[in-house]
């Protein structure tokens, strides 16, 4: 089982940064991939970037060049570093844990990002 804790979400105008954090606990060895979701009003849940326990990571085209993820030193800490936020940022991002073996999906419970125009 691996819990994971969002934080760092809030109000920024266009243009502005922000960074968002996730404590991950648990089982936390076991993790393969984890990973920055969002979702916008009225829209599906997407992929935002992930990064593998090797180092790899997947940016969706939208945010390439804008926006960073790494994990802490100490592998507990998954971080989305947001540049030239536009208001079509805004929504509620997810942190999410993808385990292999056995199968495993984790959520978290969600922070919210709001850009203003």
């Known amino acids: 089982q691996v819990q994971l804790v969002e934080s760092g979400g809030g109000l920024v105008q266009a243009g502005g940064s922000l960074r968002l954090s996730c404590a991950a606990s648990?089982?936390?060895?076991?993790?393969?991939?984890m990973g920055w979701y969002r979702q916008a009003p009225g829209k599906q849940r997407e992929l935002v970037g992930s990064?593998?326990?090797?180092?790899?990571?997947n940016y969706a085209d939208s945010v390439k060049g804008r926006f960073t993820i790494s994990r802490g030193n100490d592998k507990n800490t998954l971080y989305l570093q947001m540049a030239s936020l536009k208001p079509e940022d805004t929504g509620v991002y997810y942190c999410?844990?993808?385990?292999?073996?056995?199968?495993?999906?984790?959520w978290g419970q969600g922070t919210q990002v709001t850009v203003s125009s």
């Open positions: 990064i593998t326990s090797g180092g790899r990571t």
């Open positions: 999410n844990a993808r385990v292999f073996i056995p199968p495993g999906d984790y």
């Open positions: 648990g089982s936390i060895f076991s993790i393969n991939v």
